[in-house]
């Protein structure tokens, strides 16, 4: 009979604590303030980062390492600044993302992105931004030449800088493996 217990990793935990430093998840007593207050947790129910927390100090490593939910944290460190216990579940995001990446868990858009940031600087290509006008009845396309808006600064030696992440294996799709 399946307990739920079979995916606990003994070792998970001082696996990233070694990513995560002095971090000390453990004194998270599970009030929940930094999801009530988490920005992403308002949008995707899947998202919980006291959730987190607590299967990190469970060690549940399957059902967070191979999961796409611990990379939509948008960093915005509101969960470090309203835990009463001073825990950083934007830390642990962190270091189980170090961890999801070294075992080759990395979702497909940002590998997107990172061959973006290599081929061309930025995280996506600049884009047109495309509005309806509803009382002349059609659609009117704007881009920062049309706002008077002067190009964006692009890094001065890209090759310096596009070699330099690839030497880290930066944009690499990586080995899977937990
Ligand atoms: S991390 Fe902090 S705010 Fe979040 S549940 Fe634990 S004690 Fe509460
Ligand atoms: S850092 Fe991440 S987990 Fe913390 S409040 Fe911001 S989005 Fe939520």
């Known amino acids: 009979m399946a307990t739920g217990l079979e995916s606990v990793k003994p070792k998970f ?5 070694s990513i995560f430093g002095g971090q000390q ?4 007593y599970q009030c929940a303030k930094c999801t009530s207050g988490c ?17 990190t100090l469970l060690k549940l490593e399957q059902q967070l390492i191979p999961q796409e939910v611990i990379w939509i944290c948008a960093a915005c460190h509101k969960c470090i600044e309203r835990c009463p216990q001073k825990v950083s579940p934007y830390e642990v995001i962190e270091a189980l ?10 979702p497909a858009g940002y590998l997107t992105m990172a061959k973006s940031i290599i081929k061309t600087g930025l995280i996506q290509p600049i884009r047109r931004c495309r509005r309806p006008r509803a009382a002349e009845g059609k659609i009117v396309f704007y881009d920062r030449n049309t706002l008077n ?21 930066f944009g690499e799709k990586p080995k899977k493996g937990v």
Do not use: T, W
């Not at 935990?13 to 604590?17: F, I, Q, S």
């Not at 920005?39 to 299967?55: L, M, T, W």
């Not at 993302?97 to 990395?106: I, P, Q, T």
């Not at 002067?150 to 992440?165: Q, R, V, Y």
């Open 25 to 28: 998840p453990n004194y998270c």
């Open 13 to 17: 935990l001082d696996e990233l604590r």
């Open 39 to 55: 920005p992403v947790a308002k949008f995707s129910e899947d998202f919980r980062p006291h959730q987190i927390v607590n299967k």
């Open 149 to 169: 808006l002067p190009p964006l600064p692009m890094p001065e030696k890209l090759e310096i800088f596009a070699s330099n992440l690839q030497q880290i294996g």
């Open 97 to 106: 993302r170090n961890m999801a990446s070294a075992k080759g868990f990395v």
